[in-house]
C-alpha cells in the first residue's frame, strides 16, 4: 500500500489531483469512486470525506507521522505542493498570487463552469427555459477573458512554470469541450488565443496525459 490513497472519479475535480500527483512523481494507489451508482455516499467514504464528494485523499504519513484525510481538491492541491515544496513557488510574492488564483478557480471557475455544463447539456430535458445558459454562459465567458487577459502576459498562470493554479484551471476549461462539448458555442477556439495556447501546452506534457485518465469511467 503506497503512503498516498486516492479516491477519485476523472472529472475536472478529480483531475486535478491525479496530475498533481503524476507531476510531483508521488506514489500513490487509485481508488474509483463511481458517482453515478452513488458510491461516494457509503459509509466507508464518508469516513474519509465527510461531504461525500471526490476527490479525496488519505495520507498514511501526514503531519507527525500520523494518516490524515483531506477533503476539497483545492485544499489537496495545496497540502501536496506544501508537503513536497512542489508547484507552489517559494517567493512570497509568487505564492500568494499562486494561491489568489487557486481560490479564483476553487470560487468562481468550478462553480460556474460545472452550472453551465449542466443546464447546457445534461439538463435539457429538464429546464427549456434559456436563461440558466444565458446567465452561465455569460459568466464563464468573462471568466475565460480574464484567464486569457492573465496568459496574455504570463506563460502558466503565475510566471513561467506550471504550479497548482494551472492545474486547478485548465481541466475545467478542457471540460468545456470534452464533457460539455461546448467550444464552438463559447467561442473557446477563437476568441481566447492565449488560453487556448496554454491549454494546449498544458495538455500536451506526458505526466498530464496519465493524470488526465486515472480513474476514468467515462
Not at 18 to 47: G, P, R
Not at 190 to 200: G, I, M, R, T
Request: hydrophobic share 40%; net charge neutral; with cysteine.
Amino acid at each position: 500500500m503506497k503512503n498516498i490513497q486516492l479516491y477519485s472519479l476523472a472529472t475536472p475535480n478529480g483531475q486535478k489531483v491525479s496530475i498533481a500527483l503524476e507531476e510531483m512523481e508521488l506514489e500513490y494507489d487509485a481508488h474509483l469512486i463511481n458517482i453515478m451508482k452513488n458510491e461516494q455516499f457509503t459509509n466507508e467514504f464518508i469516513a474519509i470525506n465527510p461531504n461525500s464528494k471526490i476527490p479525496a485523499i488519505t495520507d498514511l504519513n501526514g503531519p507527525g507521522n500520523m494518516p490524515i484525510n483531506i477533503m476539497e481538491s483545492g485544499a489537496i492541491l495545496l497540502y501536496l505542493a506544501e508537503k513536497t515544496g512542489l508547484l507552489l513557488s517559494k517567493n512570497a510574492r509568487e505564492r500568494s498570487e499562486t494561491i489568489q488564483w487557486l481560490f479564483f478557480q476553487m470560487g468562481g471557475v468550478g462553480p460556474m463552469f460545472g452550472q453551465f455544463g449542466h443546464f447546457y447539456k445534461y439538463a435539457k430535458d429538464k429546464c427549456d427555459h434559456p436563461y440558466p445558459v444565458e446567465r452561465y454562459s455569460t459568466e464563464v465567458k468573462r471568466l475565460l477573458k480574464v484567464l486569457d487577459s492573465r496568459l496574455a502576459i504570463n506563460k502558466y498562470i503565475v510566471g513561467d512554470h506550471l504550479s497548482i493554479a494551472d492545474i486547478s484551471i485548465f481541466p475545467w476549461v478542457s471540460a468545456l469541450d470534452q464533457f460539455y462539448n461546448a467550444s464552438e458555442f463559447l467561442g473557446l477556439n477563437k476568441d481566447y488565443p492565449h488560453l487556448k495556447e496554454w491549454l494546449e501546452v498544458c495538455l500536451a506534457r506526458p505526466k498530464v496525459k496519465i493524470g488526465m485518465n486515472v480513474c476514468n469511467n467515462f
